[in-house]
Structures are given as C-alpha cells and as structure tokens.
Nanobody, 126 residues
Framework: QVQLVESGGGSVQSGGSLRLSCVASVYTYSRRCLGWFRQAPGKEREGVAAIDGVGSTRYGDSVKGRFTVSRDNAKNTLYLDMNSLKPEDTAMYYC????????????????????WGQGTQVTVSS
C-alpha cells in the first residue's frame, strides 16, 4: 500500500507562485510514475503534470510553460512548481502514484493511477 500526503496549497493572488509537495510512504519509489491532478467544483478531474521513472514529463495544455513537475527520489517526494497562477487554476490538487514499480511513460490519465493523496487546496484570486 502506498500513502501519499500533499502539502503546500494556499491562497495566492493572480500572477503569484506556489510549490506543492507530495511525500510517498513507499521505498520502491524511484521508478514509479507519479502525477498531479486537479479538480474544481462542478468540473471533472484534470491531469496537470506527470513524471515517469526516468524523469520524462508531460503537462496538461492549460499549464504548459507555467508549471514544472519534479521528483526527489532520495526524499520520496514529488513537487509541482506553479508560476503565473491564474484564477482558473483554483482547484483541489491531488498527487497520484501508479502501482507499477517500473514505469516509463508519464501518463496524464487519472485511470492509470492507483494511489491518491487527500488533496491540497489552491485558490487564486484576481
């Protein structure tokens, strides 16, 4: 079983920045695929960013050029650096891990992921 705990959410003005973190409680962490997703009230869950076991990344169209996903395998931690935030980025952000111990495609579909954190709220005001 993998447990994921997100942190770093908060309220920020438009144009500001935040860094989200997600710590995983699993020692077979370094080659798993990991992802960030978000869900706003009344909307479907959206893939934000993903990173595979060798560091390849993929981003949703709405965040390309503004968000950066990274991982620190020594700390079992996934990060999401969010810059130039917009009000439409307001959502609950979730990190997710795929069950495959070795994964080399950065999936952005939520159906590919098996473990989810509890979420951290990001609110961007105009």
């Amino acid at each position: 079983q993998v447990q994921l705990v997100e942190s770093g959410g908060g309220s920020v003005q438009s144009g500001g920045s935040l860094r989200l973190s997600c710590v995983a409680s699993v020692y077979t962490y370094s080659r798993r695929c990991l992802g960030w997703f978000r869900q706003a009230p009344g909307k479907e869950r959206e893939g934000v960013a993903a990173i595979d076991g060798v560091g390849s990344t993929r981003y949703g169209d709405s965040v390309k050029g503004r968000f950066t996903v990274s991982r620190d395998n020594a700390k079992n931690t996934l990060y999401l650096d969010m810059n130039s935030l917009k009000p439409e980025d307001t959502a609950m952000y979730y990190c997710a891990a795929k069950s495959d111990v070795h994964c080399y495609i950065p999936f952005l579909r939520s159906e590919e992921y098996n473990y989810w954190g509890q979420g951290t709220q990001v609110t961007v005001s105009s």
